[in-house]
């Protein structure tokens, strides 16, 4: 017996040194489990929400569930019809049979294939009448101030079209980089300039998807809000997406080749700027109409009796693409990671910390569902622009858009990362859970606008947006290369994908602690003093 004690002694003190090592190495798991995340996130992603288009039943069904889910959990609806704010669009989609563009040299018009060498772009009011106008190559399009760098210098633009190629010169960085290609700061100079269209050519070093399906995707609606203090690209009346692989046609004549300006492109050189030889005859055939749908807002009050009037944001955006154009057989764009995924962990944060045992924050949270993220930040631009909230209380968001849990959580992505003190805060927190924090390694693919934080942003909040990562020649770079090439916006993007729980379970910690810090803490988040975005935080927004 006591010889068997003993071993049983030693063997349970093995066992205990073993089982403390694994809390140490995993200590995500004190909160979180990554299944009742996985199982809204399948809720979500269902086939009976339809992809959760913006303005359709099925996107309506996923709020409801999500309205379910808050009441149930205890929080306060703040939107402004309880949870919900209601948020009013205008949805345009081409009518393509009637539509036409061409090429138009030396008095002959070659005419272009619409799918195949070029899409109108929808987003912007396109002129109803048809449009000829010269073309000019303008580099990457763009002027910054800030680093003396100006494509359009030089230029006679007056009455023209700009072709660019998307994207930035190497030695613009990658936040500021980001700012000046949003749709509304590319086309301030341009429209200051004269110039009455753009034609962009994706950069074919970084493109996300292929051209294919890029192509495919021309015939979802566009959607713009409601209103005309949100017309943000007035003047602009032509707005086409070239196929770099048929771009050369554009070339044709003006001395210059297409594969020369792609060759520079891939390491991102300053490019040459001049008139090209060919013009554009185009018409648009836009087929409009209202669409009505809405953000869902909660808050879990806190405790401060003087900070508790302040509130932090998470945002997470409930819509997708809906149903489109088959892949494999299958219409459905489930959007399971995009973004199900930030949706479901909105949820289970609210939950979690909604549970009368835990730890109770001294500022409010705010939990953000937001609408019509798919056509270009709309909801979140709406919410920001008239917060269910006095604007002023809006303290930080922290963004959680396709966080991408799938490999082991090692690398922690941070957009922002030294834009303010979250990125601090998110490095330290990361590094006391043996995650390594760093800055986007793909600035070329524009994170830092491409999700709801930067709605925040532009109207002076501090914003932060996290993902899974990696490092640059990684074999886990080729498993995000290869999610991005088959399932980004595609309908394989289901719960039929192989996720990562633990790295799930350790993201969604890391989010707490981020949360709870920052509604903690004395002080508000700050801006960088020499943050290019701090300038929204004294000019009162957008
Ligand atoms: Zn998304």
């Given at each position: ?7 049983i ?13 694994l809390l ?16 809204h996130?399948?809720?979500l992603?269902d ?38 704010q209601?948020?009013?669009?205008i ?6 049979k009637?539509?036409s ?10 005419p ?20 000829t ?29 700009v ?37 962009s050519?994706?950069?074919?070093a970084?493109?996300?998807i292929p ?11 566009a ?5 005309p ?38 390491d ?5 700027r001049?008139p ?20 869902v807002?909660a808050?879990?009050?806190?405790t401060?009796?003087a900070l ?14 809906g149903?489109g154009?088959?892949?494999?057989g299958?219409r ?15 949820l ?43 604007p002023k209380?809006i ?6 858009d ?11 992505k ?13 490095v ?25 934080q ?6 002076g909040?501090p ?17 995000f ?5 088959k ?6 993007d ?11 379970a ?5 989010t ?9 803490a004395?002080?508000?988040?700050a ?11 004294s000019?009162?927004?957008?």
């Open positions: 017996m006591r010889r068997t004690l003993s071993v002694a030693v063997v349970i003190a093995v066992i205990s040194g073993l089982v403390t090592s140490a190495a995993q200590p995500a798991q004190q909160h979180f489990d990554g299944q009742t995340w996985w199982g996130v399948k809720v992603a086939d009976n929400m339809e992809g959760r288009e913006t303005g359709s039943a099925g996107l309506r069904k996923a709020q409801a569930y999500i309205v379910e889910q808050l009441t149930h959990a205890g929080l306060q609806p703040a939107g402004v019809k309880g949870f919900y209601p948020v009013k669009l949805q345009r989609e081409i009518d393509e009637n539509s563009a061409a090429l138009v040299q030396g008095g002959k018009a070659e272009l294939v619409l799918g195949e060498d070029a899409f109108f772009n929808t987003r912007v009011e396109l002129a109803a009448e048809e449009i106008a010269p073309l000019v190559f303008a580099g990457y399009g763009l002027r910054i101030p800030e680093k003396s760098f100006d494509d359009l210098a030089g230029l006679d633009l007056h009455g023209k079209i072709v660019y190629l998307s994207g930035s010169p190497a030695d613009v960085p990658g936040a500021l980089a980001s700012h000046y290609q949003t749709p509304v700061e590319r086309w301030k100079p341009l429209k200051a300039a004269g110039a009455i269209g753009v034609i050519i994706p950069n074919p970084s493109m996300d051209w294919s399906r890029m192509s495919l995707n021309r015939a979802h609606p959607m713009d809000l409601a209103g203090e949100f017309n943000e690209t007035a003047g602009l009346k032509m707005s086409l997406t070239v196929n770099p692989a048929q771009a050369e046609k554009f070339f044709a004549g003006s001395g210059h080749t297409f594969a020369e300006i792609a060759e520079l492109g891939k991102r050189k300053p490019l040459p001049f090209l030889a060919v013009s554009l005859k185009a018409r648009a055939s836009v087929k409009r109409s209202e669409v009505e749908s809405a953000n807002i808050k879990l009050p806190g401060d009796f508790k009037s302040e509130v932090v944001v998470l945002s997470a955006h409930v819509d997708h693409v149903i154009a088959p892949i494999d299958d459905i764009y489930n959007g399971a990671m995009d973004d199900g995924s930030g949706s479901a962990l909105l289970d944060m609210a939950a979690k910390l909604a549970n009368p045992a835990a730890e109770k924050p001294r500022r409010s949270i705010l939990f953000a569902f937001v609408t019509a993220e798919e056509k270009g930040l709309l909801g979140s631009k709406y919410f920001a622009a008239h917060p269910t909230v006095d209380s303290v930080a968001d922290v963004n959680v396709m966080f991408l849990p799938i490999v082991p959580l090692k690398i922690l941070v957009e922002g990362i030294a834009e303010s003190d979250l990125g601090d805060r998110a330290a927190i990361a590094r006391s859970l043996d995650v390594k924090a760093i800055a986007d390694p793909e600035p070329l693919r524009n994170g830092f606008i491409r999700s709801d930067y709605s925040f942003i532009r109207h909040v914003s932060l947006k996290m993902d899974v990562g990696f490092e640059p020649g990684t074999p886990e770079q080729k498993i290369k290869e999610w991005l090439t399932r980004y916006h595609a309908p394989s289901d719960v039929n994908q192989p996720v990562d729980l633990g790295a799930a350790l993201y969604e910690e890391i707490r602690r981020l949360l709870l810090e920052v509604a903690n004395d002080a508000r988040p801006w960088k003093p020499d943050s290019f975005f701090r300038r929204y935080a000019g009162g927004g957008s």
